[in-house]
């Protein structure tokens, strides 16, 4: 256990491959990176099948002296400072990622993190001003996840290089303070493109901040775009905020037969000029949450159900239940419009 920096560092190394690990209570886990000086790119780094777990100041201890000399009893009391209990052990305290890549190629899979930061995957000005891209983040599992603002679960940033070509796929978020899977732009200006968000479980995000989602496109930059953004497939549920929250200048961003399921504000929400593409084949919304769409500037040739439409050739409400196509800049709910007869 280390209580700063990283676990396990790599950087500007090509094929590196970092398995099997337990690694609990460091402030960072795992990390490949580019190097700024020489200007050296990390490549084709790989991180799977590793246990990275923060733990409170007793959760490591089962019995007197066991595993560690500091504990006193078993896991009894909270470890905060200044409150009984029955362990002298501080508690670990996450102060970054608790897997981190910025690489030309690579991939972070199966995985367990609990109790710690976020996976991310990023590219930033100060690590040699380089891209990332040909990253795949597949089959991790995240519990009670404190990520802190600003950050997701699963995190794509940059704050300038371009970030491209990722895929998040098949991961289980099950608790965590901040969005499920979070992509971000800050600094002046930024690009995040090609990216495929699909086949993930997202169970109880933003038990904390307001300015989140379960997949949450968040401009901080003056100029920021996100470009060619696939969501697809996703079981989004329980969420403290809304299902999707767009910023930001979109280009062909799409959500497609994702289950949302509850959310405390809603499905989905949108700062201008951000906007869907396609929404299709999505939970069912409501005849107000398909003209919120509309507002959005939605594109054309979206097929969403309606819970409370009518089957009217502008879609309307008190009703009980139709398909809407978007159609010359409107939700048409009449049958001709979907057979094309």
């Known amino acids: 256990m280390r209580p700063n920096g990283d676990a396990i560092q ?49 959760g490591r201890c089962v019995a007197p002296g066991v595993p560690d000399a500091c504990c006193t009893g078993d896991r009894t009391g909270d470890g905060r400072f200044g409150v009984p209990g029955s362990s002298l052990c501080a508690p670990g305290q996450p102060l970054g990622p608790a897997i981190g890549m910025l690489s030309d190629g690579g991939a972070i899979a199966d995985n367990v993190v609990n109790g710690h930061w976020f996976i991310g995957v990023g590219a930033l000005v100060a690590l040699a001003d380089m891209p990332t891209s040909g990253i795949t983040v597949s089959g991790n599992t995240l519990t009670s996840v404190d990520v802190g603002s600003g950050n997701g679960a699963i995190s794509i940033t ?12 098949e991961n289980h978020v099950v608790g965590t303070d901040d969005s499920g899977v979070l992509l971000r732009i800050d600094g002046a200006r930024g690009t995040i493109g090609d990216v495929t968000v699909a086949d993930n479980t997202i169970v109880s995000s933003c038990r904390v901040e307001q300015s989140c989602a379960s997949v949450f496109l968040d401009r901080i930059a003056s100029a920021a775009s996100f470009a060619n953004i696939a969501i697809d497939r996703n079981d989004l549920a329980g969420g403290g905020r809304y299902g999707f929250w767009l910023e930001g200048t979109t280009v062909n961003v799409a959500a497609r037969d994702n289950l949302v399921g509850p959310h405390a504000a809603g499905p989905f929400n949108f700062a201008a000029p951000a906007t869907f593409a396609e929404y299709t084949r999505n939970s069912p919304v409501t005849v107000r949450q398909l003209d919120l769409l ?25 009703g009980k239940g139709a398909l809407a196509f978007r159609a010359a800049g409107i939700w048409k709910c009449r049958l001709r419009w979907l057979t094309g007869s």
Do not use: K
């Open 10 to 58: 790599v950087s500007g190394s090509t094929n590196v491959l970092i398995e099997e690990n337990s690694i609990e209570n460091t402030g960072e886990g795992v990390f490949c990176q580019h190097v700024r000086m020489p200007p050296t790119a990390s490549r084709g780094c790989v991180v799977r099948d590793n246990v990275i777990r923060s733990l409170g100041a007793n």
């Open 294 to 318: 509309g507002r959005s500037g939605i594109g054309d040739g979206s097929r969403q159900s309606c819970s409370d439409c009518r089957s009217t050739d502008r879609c309307s409400g008190r």
């Open 158 to 169: 940059t704050d300038g290089p371009a970030v491209r070509d990722v895929r998040v796929t």
